[in-house]
């Protein structure tokens, strides 16, 4: 797979994530914080944070297409994914034993793995 294609693929999960976040906010809500992602101020927050991901990873896939540079958009994600990790890490005491270990591992291997993408779009 080259570097445009990785870019993409990338992209493409991001916009998939986002989408979830968007379309359906309390299922995608309770997979990062449990059940308190049920009450509507919670949806709101996961409908927020879900556009972003829509946002950038449309942003870039379009770059990739129009063959535009990605990088600063895979950048974007990455850094929005270390505030991800931050953001489960300082509620750690509010989640459950699995959500405290899951859910910054995996933000944290979707922004190493927007890192990689990022530094071969160079």
Known sequence: MDDKQKAMVFGAIRFGVGSALVLAPGFAGRVWVGPGADG????VFARALGARDVLLGLRTMTAVRSEREAKHYLVSGYAADAADVA???????????GRRVAMPLIAAGVGGLGWLAAKAAT
């Open 40 to 43: 509507p101020g919670s949806k």
């Open 87 to 97: 953001a489960t890490v300082i509620a750690w005491r509010n989640l459950s034993p």
